[in-house]
């Protein structure tokens, strides 16, 4: 029998016993059969909730019409049971390959890669990597602040909006936000792109770019002093202190007449809002107050 004339009526449920014997006998009888074994796995959306098969059938059977118009659709719905199940396979494999991880404000999220190389992310940061070609090509995309202590191998990339970075084996910082990209070498050699240049890092060194003006300079630190829940910061712009304040204290800033282009070095502590609050106020003579929704006013010192 033909093939093709077999598979149309065995989708609508309509094979005499002798075609089904022979469907049955058929090369590709065993391959359609899993493939619709496998819908059982295919699950909706969450927010869908569907009604099982007998409260469905009677429900057509009250209505000779619906259960008509049910089996003219019925090899329609097997035919799309079998796309679902590709589909859903094809995405999977698509989904699963890439892995993201990412912190909220005030939170920093320690984690091992495929290679046992770690990251540290400050807060409100996110990292996106390829774990399942992760041997073939070591990258990661990073949006916000991390710390990497990467193990020896292939080259390994961190991949921002603004530069890229690119070592073998070493540990680094590389912080990635809006107007500010810097990165920080503490150990071996860390190579950065940025606008078409590239310029080595050996340790102890600093590459920084503020609103597209580049700057290098040298630190003693052995790693990033976020990670010892202090955020340091050496001649920038007030308003980068500003922002990584709110960012560790999932707070908001209301600023009166304060110009926050004025240029600040200093540092502030994460364990305290309040001695963090006075760090950033007293050396550039500004006052504060805090209200009960998280919010804190900044304004000019009376005195």
């Not at 469905?56 to 209505?63: A, D, G, I």
């Not at 990597?129 to 990661?140: C, D, F, L, P, S």
């Not at 600023?255 to 540092?267: Q, Y």
């Not at 950033?280 to 005195?303: A, Q, W």
Request: net charge positive.
């Amino acid at each position: 029998m033909d093939k093709e004339y077999l598979l149309k009526k065995w989708l609508a449920d309509d094979l005499t016993p002798s075609e089904a014997k022979a469907f049955k006998a058929s090369d590709d009888y065993q391959t359609h059969r899993k493939m619709l074994e496998g819908a059982q796995f295919f699950r909706a959306s969450a927010v869908s909730e569907v009604a099982s098969l007998n409260d469905f059938y009677k429900k057509t059977e009250k209505n000779p019409a619906s259960a008509k118009t049910f089996k003219w659709y019925s090899p329609l719905l097997k035919i799309a049971a079998v796309l679902a199940i590709l589909l859903g396979v094809g995405s999977f494999f698509f989904f699963d390959a890439g892995s993201n991880v990412s912190s909220l404000a005030s939170e920093k999220i320690s984690m091992a890669l495929p290679d046992e190389s770690a990251v540290v992310l400050n807060a409100k940061s996110k990292i996106i990597y390829n774990k399942r070609n992760w041997n073939e090509k070591r990258e990661v995309v990073l949006d916000g602040e991390a710390f990497f202590k990467v193990t020896k191998g292939s080259s390994f990339d961190v991949i921002t909006n603004t530069g890229k970075v690119s070592v073998l084996g070493t540990q680094f910082n590389v912080k990635n936000r809006k107007g500010y990209f810097e990165v920080q070498c503490f150990e071996g050699l860390v190579s950065v792109q940025y606008n078409g240049d590239t310029k080595k890092l050996p340790a102890g060194s600093i590459f920084k770019v503020v609103n597209g003006v580049v700057t290098s300079d040298a630190t003693s630190n052995t790693e990033p002093q976020w990670i010892n829940h202090i955020s340091d910061f050496k001649s920038v712009p007030f308003y980068e202190v500003i922002q990584e304040f709110e960012r560790q204290y999932d707070v908001v800033f209301s600023l009166e007449n304060i110009n926050t282009s004025r240029i600040f070095t200093g540092g502030f502590v994460h364990t305290s809002i309040e001695d963090g609050l006075k760090s950033i106020t007293l050396p550039l003579d500004l006052e504060y107050k805090i209200d009960s929704k998280k919010r804190i006013t900044l304004y000019k010192s009376k005195l």
